[in-house]
């Protein structure tokens, strides 16, 4: 198996990806296709001592930044010259050179230059970007994050496919509950492409156990939850700020007193519960769901462990053949649309 | 002044509602109408020797409760005969015997109670359900969290400039700061009714600082923020959900080991202020906004002291004379948007 991954992702990069490279390499005895700068990134190999023929470096001199958006973004993500470590990182992928493709990077760029070299998924409408949740007891598929800022029904429709293969498959979840967010539990209740989508998820062979809320998605009640991008953006960035809220405020009173300070102090290990839900290590890395070539995007808080993680993530998907089994699914749900009398 | 507080509308009522009337009738020197099963209320009054001309009982045989959805819920609130404490108590304040209703009952029958018997504000689209979010030093006005799961650009014009009014005559923040939920700060990101928005807030006279994310709202970057009422609620109760989720985490953990018991026990008094961020009394209640009579919602878990807050912040609408403020700004809304070249 060879992962590709982009040098130039992580917040603090390329140290934690050159280190994360020659520790996959080593634990999973792949090799890992490491883009950037190879000067430079020879240079830190040498210093870590890790010249091992298992990490190559694949040379990109630019790279797609925090700071890229609109047309600049388009253009980057699209040229077929680009000379980016996103570009020749998933051209690796498109050419068959590599497996899958991994990056801590701009999520919208990730998304941009899988869109336009590998194409989508025959037959699927519009990609999602995924999210893996934390929430009681593990963690919940969350579809579209962000993509799609306008979704039509069949779009959610084939987000729920592909988020349920995916906890299937990578996740080995048997038959995974999959939820609609809505203002509202009752399956009347929703905004209008709440009420169009209810009924496709209730026909389709999926476990749809029906709208859920809040309380549903972070009680661990469903493995997978679908939304339009919009609103998926907003349930993603507002429990962000949320959970930081609530931690800044506990710790801001935690320092403000002697007697505190002593309290935090024996309780810490309690604070590490927390602390494990929201590190992006435990979740690795998520899939950009229905482009056409493994692509997996890790947080951008990532250190080398949490990089390790992700590639680890992407080497389940490798290994779960998820690209083919979404390819299927979704031939078999437009066959199924194609049949007369059938809905 | 002559506030009705709703008897039947908290979780644990009537004996909340009876201590508070009581308890706000003595801190305010106000009359409260208290509105509920008349025998019952007169037994909970004389077990407090709580017997003042202060607070005059208005008998209401029947309630509003938790269970009542929509068309027997419609049916309680539109009914002209109808006997529960909210049609009631509503009617009080459309005779003009009352000067704002106060419960922390079903919010759905709250507004619909308030929509069929008092309507709406004339030129007024559509009612807002208004929520006074925690966030970094201190509270924003959020709204619509709930009555109107569609919404058209011009219904979220008017919430802005419901919301700023209330901010600005009740909350007395000066010059409100107005942000748009959207899923990214740049004018032009969001889905087409953010897009749509935009421009109109823009050329308003409101002080319209532009597209928040969750970020920003929780970290109290602007003083009333406007959305759908369909992501509103998402907001809501993903906020809601998430903050249980880390406390009974972390709770769990606390509890888990002798050694952090301790330290949970020495560093108590640092737990109280995420209480007290989440704690309904800290926030009372919030108006129903649109509705042409003063209408306050707290939450179903206030205890009596909620309930004095909920009275103090419909007491403080009262003073300001909120209605009429917002009466006007919608004619003002109207009259501009009629003249030529304006826009």
Same mark, same amino acid.
């Given at each position: 198996m060879r992962i590709v991954l982009d040098a130039l992702g992580s917040d603090n990069c390329p140290d934690p990806e050159v280190q994360a490279a020659l520790q996959a390499a080593h634990e999973f005895g792949d090799d890992i296709l490491l883009v950037g700068p190879a000067d430079l990134l020879r240079d830190k190999l040498e210093a870590l001592n890790g010249t091992t023929a298992k990490v190559q470096i694949v040379n990109a001199p630019e790279a797609i930044t925090m700071e890229d958006k609109g047309i600049k973004l388009a253009l980057k993500a699209k040229r077929r010259e680009a000379k980016n470590s996103m570009a020749v990182g998933i051209d690796l992928v498109k050419s068959g050179e590599a497996d899958a493709f991994v990056t801590a990077g701009n999520t919208g760029g990730a998304l941009a230059t899988g869109y336009y070299r590998l194409g989508l998924i025959p037959g699927l409408e519009r990609p999602a970007l995924t999210a893996l949740f934390p929430v009681k007891d593990g963690h919940t598929v969350v579809l +579209? #994050?962000?993509?799609?800022?306008e979704c039509k029904p069949e779009h959610l429709y084939q987000f729920a496919i592909m988020g349920s293969i995916y906890a299937q498959k990578?996740?080995? #979840? +048997?038959d995974p509950r999959l939820g609609l967010l809505s203002n509202g539990e009752e399956a009347g209740k929703g905004n209008q492409l709440i009420k169009e989508t209810f009924p496709l998820l209730e026909a389709s062979e999926l476990n749809f156990i029906g709208n859920v809320e809040g309380k549903e998605l972070f009680g661990g009640e469903a493995d997978v939850v679908v939304m339009d991008g919009f609103t998926g953006n907003i349930l993603l960035k507002s429990s962000e700020a949320v959970a930081k809220l609530l931690i800044d405020s506990l710790r801001e009173e935690l320092m403000s007193s002697f007697r505190t300070k002593v309290g935090a102090a024996l309780a810490k290990p309690a604070f590490g519960v927390i602390r494990k839900m929201l590190d992006p290590a435990e979740v690795g890395a998520a899939p950009l769901l229905g482009i056409n070539g493994l692509v997996f995007i890790g947080h951008g808080r990532s250190d080398a462990y949490a990089l390790v993680s992700a590639i680890r993530n992407a080497r389940k998907a490798v290994e779960a053949k998820l690209l083919n089994a979404i390819q299927e699914a979704i031939e078999d749900q437009l066959a199924q649309a194609a049949l007369p009398g059938e809905s």
């Open positions: +579209d #994050i962000g993509a799609n800022p990578v996740l080995q #979840i +048997d």
